[in-house]
């Protein structure tokens, strides 16, 4: 007498097939979308932790975000304390370079409130308020471009 359903061994079949393909997947995922998504992350979130930070310490801070030199830094104004700093092109963004779009810096600054007080692209206020930054991948040349605005919120694209 035969009952209906599966055998043991079919089922220890499609497990193993299921997880081939699982393995095949997790290494057909593009790391380099995933090393610029983290770097992304990374900046937009200093950003906003700076403006936090404005409020919270009740001072100016300052984010400079340096095209020449592969690094964004996070500055108390008046300690000139440096609270934050990425590099880029070295530590978890060894393959990721930044690039600022018609400009080689751009410079945010907070106050106490947490107030945007503008930004400048090479030491001249733009005219809209907004910054472009691009991080990209070295070797595929996967892009993301995230847009700043003066208060420190930011779209990425």
């Known amino acids: 007498m035969r009952h209906a359903g599966f ?28 090393q610029v998504d ?8 200093s950003i906003e932790k700076a403006r ?6 009740n001072k100016f801070i ?6 020449d030199a592969q690094l964004a830094t996070v500055t108390d104004v008046d300690g000139a304390r440096v609270l934050t700093r990425i590099s880029f092109g070295s530590d978890e963004q060894a393959q990721v370079t930044l690039r600022v ?16 007080r503008g930004v400048e692209l090479d030491s001249s206020i733009t005219a809209d308020g907004t910054a472009t930054v691009a991080l990209i991948h070295d070797r595929t ?17």
């Open 62 to 67: 300052e984010v400079l975000i340096d095209q």
């Open 101 to 116: 779009e018609d400009a080689t810096a751009i410079r945010l600054a907070f106050d106490a409130r947490g107030m945007g």
């Open 141 to 157: 040349g996967f892009e993301r471009s995230i847009d700043f605005n003066q208060y420190g919120l930011s779209e990425v694209q």
């Open 7 to 34: 055998s043991l061994l079919e089922l220890l079949v499609v497990i193993a097939i299921v997880g081939i393909l699982g393995a095949i997947a997790a290494v057909a995922y593009p790391r380099d979308r995933v």
């Open 38 to 45: 983290q770097a992304v992350e990374r900046l937009t979130r």
């Open 52 to 57: 936090f930070d404005a409020i919270h310490l």
